[in-house]
């Protein structure tokens, strides 16, 4: 199927869990709006804010649901070629292009974030973006 075909507005993603080599049923889906998900990730400025600000929604946000399960997934969006050359701590996410209407987005994500230690030595209740891009040394 040619991808100019591909006619949509939204993004969905499920995340499933993994134990005994057995895949459970989806336990999170969520989508976005194609031009907020991916072109304007969530009116960032810029494609190291909108790195900042999923790790805030997942490490903020999202720790309710996570917390049972002792790990975070770190994740997001992005319209741009810069996704290709992000790092966090120096290590590289898993990128997905997502091809619609002649026009590719990417899909980060980290399974297993080495760097999450120094996620946790955040103060969440006074930081900036910046200081949280220098702190998990956020670079594209």
């Not at 946000?61 to 050359?85: C, H, N, P, R, S």
């Amino acid at each position: 199927m040619d991808d100019s075909s591909v006619k949509a507005d939204a993004f969905a993603y499920m995340i499933f869990k993994i134990k005994d080599n057995q895949i459970s049923q989806p336990y999170w889906i969520e989508s976005y709006n194609l031009e907020v998900g991916f072109e304007n990730s969530h009116y960032t400025y810029d494609f190291d804010d909108s790195v900042v600000a999923f790790i805030i929604k997942e490490t903020v946000v999202d720790i309710l649901e996570d917390e049972k399960d002792g790990f975070l997934i770190y994740f997001g969006t992005w319209a741009g070629q810069e996704v290709e050359g992000l790092t966090i701590d120096g290590i590289r996410p898993e990128v997905v292009p997502v091809k619609l209407e002649n026009k590719t987005y990417y899909f980060w994500f980290y399974l297993e974030a080495e760097w999450k230690d120094k996620v946790k030595k955040i103060n969440w209740s006074d930081f900036t973006y910046q200081q949280i891009i220098d702190q998990l040394k956020i670079r594209y």
